[in-house]
């Protein structure tokens, strides 16, 4: 029973120490920004709460292997007494074989010997020591026998209580490996609600559903042609390409593939030769409508690079709360790894 009690508070600690540091390591991705289960929390706390009444079972043999140790400290000292001999060597028998000796001495008489009257106070006395041997040897025996039943009532009350608490200990032991089977169950569902959160956030921000996104429809904003002259035109060209926008507009990745603008960018114009100098401005066609359409794109795209920022670092939160659960699970196999080699 000991030894068995000693397997379940080994498990019992390893199952607490890894639980513990589930629990450390849940608050410090929390406070991190990473994901929150209230219900797993809960569990493993309930679980924490429970493995305590193991110190409850591991009092109730403390208490019983006191009891033993009485038991066995009472049936060596009844191993010492005289009486638990098969054969002891009493004044009762001394005083019964002299009883024989005289009675064989009287027998022995003539016939005209026994006429005469003779004192036998030998055996009168020898008849009184018997009696009192007698009776303080009852006593002595009735005393060993009222102990021996004592130690068998005590045996038998302990041998239950025994059986009882194996029983308790193997129900223990299965249900610290069922709670360490559900821990597993949950912490392998969590990896997966992150796997699948990761793939929906690399599927919303691929290019292949940003190039088949709907068009959206922009307010036109009509300028008289007639206030505009041809030198205007050709400063505001200038300045649109000098200015900071036109060189992130090329060399921006495209995020917002073609396709999906091809109608917004039919009016520009452009053409092949956009960034070789004067040379290629001096081709450019270009219209006050056409100018507004690509302010408003740069708008856009300055919207769509925040929008992939935000997330961007939603992905990189995910990816340290999954790193921090797989360090989890490492340092759980590498303890169940020690325990196999211990």
């Given at each position: 029973?000991?030894?068995?009690?000693?397997?379940?508070?080994?498990?019992?600690?390893?199952?607490?120490?890894?639980?513990?540091?589930?629990?450390?390591?849940?608050?410090?991705?929390?406070?991190?920004?990473?994901?929150?289960?209230?219900?797993?929390?809960?569990?493993?706390?309930?679980?924490?709460?429970?493995?305590?009444?193991?110190?409850?079972?591991?009092?109730?043999?403390?208490?019983?292997?006191?009891?033993?140790?009485?038991?066995?400290?009472?049936?060596?000292?009844?191993?010492?007494?005289?009486?638990?001999?098969?054969?002891?060597?009493?004044?009762?028998?001394?005083?019964?074989?002299?009883?024989?000796?005289?009675?064989?001495?009287?027998?022995?008489?003539?016939?005209?010997?026994?006429?005469?009257?003779?004192?036998?106070?030998?055996?009168?006395?020898?008849?009184?020591?018997?009696l009192q041997y007698s009776h303080t040897h009852t006593q002595d025996v009735?005393?060993?026998?009222?102990?021996?039943?004592?130690?068998?009532?005590?045996?038998?009350?302990?041998?239950?209580?025994?059986?009882?608490?194996?029983?308790?200990?193997?129900?223990?032991?299965?249900?610290?490996?069922?709670?360490?089977?559900?821990?597993?169950?949950?912490?392998?569902?969590?990896?997966?609600?992150?796997?699948?959160?990761?793939?929906?956030?690399?599927?919303?921000?691929?290019?292949?559903?940003?190039?088949?996104?709907?068009?959206?429809?922009?307010?036109?904003?009509?300028?008289?042609?007639?206030?505009?002259?041809?030198?205007?035109?050709?400063?505001?060209?200038?300045?649109?390409?000098?200015?900071p926008r036109s060189s992130v507009l090329m060399k921006t990745p495209p995020?917002?593939?073609?396709?999906?603008?091809?109608?917004?960018?039919?009016?520009?114009?452009?053409?092949?030769?956009?960034?070789?100098?004067?040379?290629?401005?001096?081709?450019?066609?270009?219209n006050p409508t056409s100018m507004s359409s690509m302010v408003t794109l740069?708008?856009?795209?300055?919207?769509?690079?925040?929008?992939?920022?935000?997330?961007?670092?939603?992905?990189?939160?995910?990816?340290?709360?999954?790193?921090?659960?797989?360090?989890?699970?490492?340092?759980?196999?590498?303890?169940?790894?020690?325990?196999?080699?211990?």
């Amino acid at each position: 029973m000991t030894a068995e009690m000693n397997k379940l508070l080994a498990k019992c600690i390893l199952f607490k120490n890894s639980l513990e540091q589930d629990l450390k390591n849940y608050e410090k991705q929390y406070d991190n920004g990473g994901f929150s289960s209230e219900s797993l929390i809960e569990d493993w706390k309930n679980t924490l709460e429970n493995l305590k009444k193991v110190d409850i079972l591991r009092q109730k043999i403390i208490n019983l292997e006191t009891s033993a140790s009485n038991i066995c400290t009472q049936t060596m000292d009844l191993q010492k007494s005289p009486y638990a001999r098969s054969r002891i060597n009493t004044p009762l028998e001394d005083v019964h074989q002299k009883l024989l000796e005289n009675f064989g001495e009287l027998r022995k008489r003539s016939s005209d010997e026994r006429r005469i009257p003779r004192d036998n106070a030998e055996v009168v006395r020898l008849l009184c020591l018997c009696l009192q041997y007698s009776h303080t040897h009852t006593q002595d025996v009735v005393s060993h026998i009222k102990t021996v039943k004592q130690i068998k009532q005590d045996i038998d009350n302990c041998l239950p209580q025994i059986s009882n608490l194996l029983k308790e200990i193997s129900d223990w032991d299965l249900q610290i490996d069922t709670w360490q089977a559900k821990r597993q169950q949950a912490l392998w569902k969590v990896i997966d609600v992150l796997l699948e959160k990761a793939h929906n956030a690399e599927r919303s921000i691929s290019p292949l559903e940003l190039s088949t996104s709907p068009v959206p429809t922009f307010p036109r904003r009509t300028l008289g042609t007639s206030s505009l002259s041809r030198t205007n035109t050709d400063s505001g060209a200038k300045h649109f390409l000098e200015s900071p926008r036109s060189s992130v507009l090329m060399k921006t990745p495209p995020i917002i593939t073609p396709p999906a603008w091809h109608n917004k960018l039919e009016s520009l114009a452009l053409s092949s030769s956009f960034s070789n100098g004067e040379r290629s401005l001096s081709r450019m066609k270009f219209n006050p409508t056409s100018m507004s359409s690509m302010v408003t794109l740069t708008d856009m795209l300055d919207k769509t690079t925040e929008e992939s920022r935000k997330v961007k670092k939603e992905n990189e939160t995910i990816l340290e709360s999954f790193q921090d659960l797989m360090g989890v699970l490492k340092s759980f196999q590498g303890e169940n790894l020690d325990k196999d080699k211990t």
